[in-house]
Each structure stands twice: as structure tokens, then as C-alpha cells.
């Protein structure tokens, strides 16, 4: 199985500040097909985790902009411009290029 | 609008087998590029992939638990039901089902608010 590490495993920030998470994945996720399958989802408390980034850097549908995503291969960044309060959650990447699908441990964003 | 919407009992004993069903509305399992998934994740621990049924009913498990899941599909009741055999309280978890949906990228977009299921005698 493909080992999704992610860090760190927990962020404090203050509103308007930017936050970074990093993912490294044990194996590429770039596919022979030219993409590269790697996404980002936030499980804001008490829900279900909802998608924000799918490969790499696209944003998903409603997702605002201040969320953006980069990398390649292995190694990958989600990376939040001005946190909101309503960013507070847990947020995981997870690798869908081989069955099964893995995901990261979780970060765990809190508000200062 | 596309809802997923989990059932099944909240308690089981060890050795009994857990039974779940994902109801699916807003979207068809039936049209090509449809995936429907299925995702645990125990109290405090981070996500388990445990199941996929495609459109075309191709199906897919988790290595590890393939021994005892079986995923299957109802078109005309527009639901996805898991079986999952022998529980054990490890399997402790709350059962999300999730639809992966293939236009141009594939994506899992959708997931359902998910349903605890306790191990217990």
C-alpha cells in the first residue's frame, strides 16, 4: 500500500495568516496517463470530509481561493492564503493512483 | 442534488455480520464513469478505503478485509450495500459511502454524513 505522511499533525493559526501542510506520498502518484492523483479534503468538525483540491492543484467547485494546492511525484503542498475561522478541521490528502486508495494521518487546523 | 445517505444497525456483536446500505439520490450508479466507495474511519483515527463498486459493476476491496466484504448494487433502488462478515470490536467505526465520479478527471465529491457502528457484546 501506498504510505501517505503528512505534517504537521496539527497547526495554530491566527485569522489572516497563511498555513501550509505537507504530504509525501511512498511512491509517485504520476501516472502514465499525465496525471497525477493526488487530492485534498477538510473534515470540518462533526462532518464528512469534503473535497477541495483533486489533482494536485485543481480546485474543486465552491471551493474559494484562497486554498491552493502544488507538487509533483511525491512530495505535495495544500497551501491556505489567509485562514478563516470556518477552515477549522482536519485536513487530509489522499492518493487514489493504486488500490487501495490511502490517506494521510491528518492535520488538525486549529484558530489561535 | 447529489446525496448519499448511509443505514444500518449502530451495534453488532463480535462474529455477527454488519450489513449497511447507501442510498444514493441525485445521480445514477448506472451511468458510465460512476463509482461509489466505501470509507471508514475509527473513533479519533484517520480514513480507511474499504470498497469500490463501478458503474459496470466491476468491484474492488481492500486487500487486507477481502475475505470478509462483499459490495454490491441495487440499480433499480438507486442503493450500494456492503456486507462486511466476523466483526470484531476493531471494526469500530463510523461507515461513510462516498461517490467517485469520472467527467473529465475522476474525483470522490460526495460523501454521506456517515453511520457509527459499534462492536459490541
Known amino acids: 500500500d501506498i504510505v501517505m505522511t503528512q505534517t504537521p499533525l496539527s497547526l495554530s493559526v491566527t485569522p489572516g495568516q497563511p498555513a501550509s501542510i505537507s504530504c509525501k506520498s511512498s511512491?509517485?502518484?504520476?501516472?502514465?496517463?499525465?496525471?497525477?492523483?493526488l487530492y485534498w479534503s477538510l473534515q470540518k468538525p462533526g462532518q464528512s470530509p469534503q473535497l477541495l483540491i483533486y489533482?494536485?492543484?485543481n480546485r474543486f467547485s465552491g471551493v474559494p481561493d484562497r486554498f491552493s494546492g502544488s507538487g509533483s511525484g511525491t512530495d505535495f503542498t495544500l497551501k491556505i492564503s489567509r485562514v478563516e475561522t470556518e477552515d477549522v478541521g482536519v485536513y487530509y490528502c489522499?492518493?487514489?493512483?493504486?488500490?487501495?486508495?490511502?490517506f494521510g494521518q491528518g492535520t488538525k487546523l486549529e484558530i489561535k | 442534488q447529489v446525496t448519499l445517505k448511509e443505514s444500518g444497525p449502530a451495534l453488532v456483536k463480535p462474529t455477527q455480520t454488519l450489513t449497511l446500505t447507501c442510498t444514493l439520490s441525485?445521480?445514477?450508479?448506472?451511468?458510465?464513469?460512476?463509482?461509489v466507495n466505501w470509507i471508514r474511519q475509527p473513533p479519533g483515527k484517520a480514513l480507511e478505503w474499504l470498497a469500490r463498486?463501478?458503474?459496470?459493476?466491476?468491484?474492488f476491496y481492500r486487500t487486507s478485509l477481502k475475505t470478509r466484504l462483499t459490495i454490491s448494487k441495487d440499480t433499480s433502488k438507486n442503493q450500494v450495500v456492503l456486507t462486511m462478515t466476523n466483526m470484531d470490536p476493531v471494526d469500530t467505526a463510523t461507515y461513510y459511502c462516498?461517490?467517485?465520479?469520472?467527467?473529465?478527471?475522476?474525483?470522490?465529491?460526495?460523501w454521506g454524513q456517515g453511520t457509527l457502528v459499534t462492536v459490541s457484546s
Open positions: 462516498a461517490r467517485t465520479t469520472c467527467p473529465t478527471s475522476c474525483y470522490t465529491d460526495y
Open positions: 441525485g445521480f445514477s450508479l448506472s451511468t458510465s464513469g460512476m463509482r
Open positions: 463498486i463501478d458503474w459496470d459493476d466491476d468491484k
Open positions: 511512491q509517485s502518484l504520476l501516472h502514465s496517463d499525465g496525471k497525477t492523483y
Open positions: 489533482e494536485v492543484s
Open positions: 489522499m492518493q487514489s493512483i493504486q488500490l487501495p486508495y490511502t
